[in-house]
Structure formats: structure tokens, C-alpha cells
Nanobody, 121 residues
């Protein structure tokens, strides 16, 4: 059974940092493109970052470039999102997702349950 379990969210002041983790089971992350989405209250879910397994490139939402970094630990089968210089507008529920083979960083087929990130002033 494929599972993605996020952790690491919480309350942080603007300018602070958090590292989100996504522990995967039921598949090997090295074989799939994997990434992070977020959804703020009253807004649509948006893609934040993706690691494309085919070309090894990473993609970021324009507003988080230079502040967020996606990485993986294949030994732990875990994906991370390091978030620095957090802003109020980064407040959202963050979801880890696995992308379908052949639809790298395009269509996700499995999602985690989400972890809340709240940035305060």
C-alpha cells in the first residue's frame, strides 16, 4: 500500500525556518518524481516544488525560489522541504505527492494527509 506521511509543520515567526518531511512507504521514491503542494484557506492547491526523476531537475513555485529546497534521502525513503525566510503568505497546509510515471511533475496519483504551516508576524 502506497503511503505518504508528512511531518514537521508548525507555528513559526516570519523570517524563520521549518523543514517538512514526507516518509514514503509502499514504493521507492527513487523510482518516481515527487514533490510538494500547498493549500491556503480559501485558495486553490498549488504546486510548490517537484523533483523530476527523469532529468534530476528540481522545480519551484516562483514565489518560493531561493527560499525553499526539496531534497531526498533514499536510504530513509523520505522527501524533505526546507523552508527558509518564511513569509506570512506561506501559511498553508502542505502536502507531499507522488507523480505518475510518464507524467513527471504533472499529475500526482498519491497524496499525503498534509501538515499545517502557520507563519506569524
Amino acid at each position: 500500500e502506497v503511503q505518504l506521511v508528512e511531518s514537521g509543520g508548525g507555528l513559526v515567526q516570519a523570517g524563520g525556518s521549518l523543514r517538512l518531511s514526507c516518509a514514503a512507504s509502499g514504493f521507492t521514491i527513487d523510482n518516481y518524481s515527487i514533490g510538494w503542494f500547498r493549500q491556503a484557506p480559501g485558495k486553490d492547491r498549488e504546486g510548490v516544488s517537484c523533483l523530476n526523476k527523469d532529468d534530476g531537475l528540481t522545480y519551484y513555485l516562483e514565489s518560493v525560489k531561493g527560499r525553499f529546497t526539496i531534497s531526498t534521502d533514499n536510504a530513509k525513503n523520505t522527501v524533505y522541504l526546507q523552508m527558509n525566510s518564511l513569509k506570512l503568505e506561506d501559511t498553508a497546509v502542505y502536502y507531499c505527492a507522488r507523480f505518475m510515471v510518464g507524467a513527471e511533475c504533472q499529475s500526482a496519483d498519491y497524496w499525503g494527509q498534509g501538515t499545517q504551516v502557520t507563519v506569524s508576524s
